[in-house]
């Protein structure tokens, strides 16, 4: 029996012998005779959020290239601080930059850049929108961190400051009611700005809708407001029934179709394309009376108050303004600068008594000429290209708007005040009392100034660059059209919305009839729309 204790023992003291030397002959492969000559991490950098982690991989090779499985390899960050390491394990601690080095020995090692970040601002790409009750809109938040860098593995949390008018969801805005809420999002806890958001249940439709081929460049109601002329990149312009949109006549040139305008007794019509020919016409039964060539393509045609004289405006490398009487007979005409394509003219008024003319030019000019003669009677200027000017009713004061600003001029051309926009001015007009001027811009607001002092009287936003505005011939609205495809109503006094109609294209022109009672817009979706004022 003893015997066979002390087999056993033997057998398991073997046993144990054969395992000793297996592991120290594996352990000895490590070493001792070969040597690791380089170090390769499975990135050289990367991007980790402040309390996450992040695993590196090294891949240890002797002098031949061979893998060294059991090299023995030795962490560490250059600024703990920042990032901690353990066993290849990366954790981001704090805002920076460190090193995670991996190394055999002193003489090999390999780093890898840890760039460790946190949501650092959040920002909204816009600060206002409105919407009908009936539509949606998403907001896309933008997420950086302290370097600038944007952000995608964000957790968002979705406010609305007031879910009775509108909700919010993943940034879906879903509206609820009319009225007026706020919407903001964290970003990992970090808050954006609010973004305003307005719902408008004032909607408005089109009484009628007319078609063209191409863009409508320009509408206008005649005297009585029976008739609405509409001009196209067609070729052609249409006068429609005002009431009931059915096409009384078509008129054409030979190529684009910019302006058109009525008389004040609405017996004849004016109109101007880029075949560079003016072409009168009669307005009750479409009958062309004359056709006349100038020296470039036509910006703005109108007759003057009194039905005697045809002024059109335009250029081709050379501003050209043209006068003719009411029979075709030429007047005068005048040039604007030299042999240069910003010396095209691009809008044109007529003073209340017809006796002055004010146009705008690209070479940023605005002038002042007699209607009789074409004398130059005084010239101001704008820091860039002017795109609508307009006398007020007591013809004392111009204004005009060219690159960011406002401008209000005296009768001798001296600048009573100038406002600005934070991008391009487009539009100006005066209310017919003449106590206040409007001006819209691509920086998506109308604003009303008082025109004694120039001071803001009051600013609203829109959702897009506004192209176009008028006040009501009782001055108690304006509308203002541009590129988010709407008209918008506004009391003139407060700013309050009226109506809103969507047109559905970027609105090109727009005119109040004399009656008040109707708006017709013309748009880049080749339509014509009439609508009433009041929803």
């Known amino acids: 029996m003893i015997n066979r204790n002390l087999f056993n023992i033997s057998v398991i003291s073997l046993l144990f012998l054969v395992l000793f030397i297996f592991c120290d002959r594996d ?18 950098e990367t991007y980790l959020k402040i309390g996450k982690t992040h695993t590196l991989t090294a891949i240890a090779r002797d002098a031949n290239g061979e893998e060294v499985k059991k090299a023995q390899i030795t962490w560490e960050s250059s600024r703990p601080n920042v990032a901690s390491v353990d066993d290849g394990v990366v954790t981001a601690l704090t805002e920076g930059t460190t090193t995670i080095i991996a190394s055999v020995g002193e003489a090999v090692y390999e780093g890898c850049d840890i760039f460790a970040y946190k949501v650092n601002s959040v920002t909204l790409p816009i600060d206002y929108y409105s919407l009908l009750l009936w539509e949606e ?3 896309q938040p933008i997420a950086l961190d302290g370097t600038g860098r944007e952000i995608q593995d964000v957790e968002w949390n979705w406010i609305s400051t007031n879910e009775l008018v509108a909700s919010v969801e993943n940034g879906l805005i879903t509206p609820v009611s009319g009225g007026m809420t706020e919407i903001l999002v964290e970003g990992d806890g970090v808050p954006s700005e609010p973004c305003e958001i307005q719902i408008i249940e004032e909607e408005i439709f089109p009484v009628w809708t007319g078609e063209h081929d191409w863009h409508v460049k320009e509408v206008v109601f005649n005297p009585d407001g029976s008739q609405v002329a509409s001009a196209s990149r067609d070729n052609t312009f249409k006068v429609w029934d005002s009431n009931t949109g059915s096409l009384i006549w078509t008129g054409t040139h030979d190529n684009h179709v910019e302006a058109v305008a009525f008389s004040s007794d609405g017996n004849k019509l004016v109109s101007g394309g880029f075949d560079k020919k003016v ?25 003057t108050p009194d039905n005697k ?15 003719w009487s009411n029979t075709g007979d030429y007047l005068w005409g005048r040039t604007e600068g030299g042999f240069d394509l ?12 017809g006796n002055q003319l004010v146009y705008g030019a690209q070479n940023n000019k605005v002038r002042v000429c007699a209607t009789n003669n074409g004398g130059l009677i005084w010239h ?26 406002v401008k209000i001029w005296r009768s001798n051309g001296a600048t009573l005040w100038a406002g600005t926009h934070s991008d391009v001015a487009s539009s100006v007009k005066f209310k017919p009392d003449g106590t206040t001027v409007a001006s819209v811009g691509y920086d998506k607001r109308l604003k009303l100034w008082d025109v004694a002092t120039g001071t803001l009287i009051w600013e609203k936003k829109h959702n897009s660059p506004l192209l176009q505005v008028d006040f009501s011939p009782d001055g108690n609205l304006i509308v203002v059209g541009g590129q988010d495809n709407r008209i918008t109503i506004r009391n003139s006094n407060d ?41």
């Open 279 to 303: 072409k009168v016409w009669n307005a009750i039964d479409g009958s062309l009376i004359w056709t006349r060539t100038v020296g470039g393509y036509l910006e703005a045609v109108a007759f």
């Open 495 to 535: 700013g309050s919305i009226v109506g809103v109609g969507v047109h559905g294209g970027y609105i090109l022109s727009l005119d109040f009839s004399h009656q008040d009672d109707k708006i017709v817009t013309g748009s880049k979706t080749k339509s014509v729309k009439v609508w009433h004022v009041y929803p």
């Open 27 to 44: 352990k000895a492969s490590v070493d001792p005779n070969i040597t690791v000559q380089s170090i390769k991490l499975s990135t050289s």
């Open 309 to 323: 004289i045809v002024i059109s405006v335009g250029g081709h490398l050379v501003g050209y303004i043209d006068a």
């Open 137 to 139: 809109f998403t907001l």
């Open 380 to 405: 101001g200027e704008h820091d860039d290209e002017v795109l609508s000017v307009c006398f007020n009713p007591d013809s004392t004061l111009t204004a005009s708007v060219g690159g960011n600003d």
């Open 342 to 353: 910003r010396n095209h003219i691009t809008c044109l008024a007529l003073h209340p008594d």
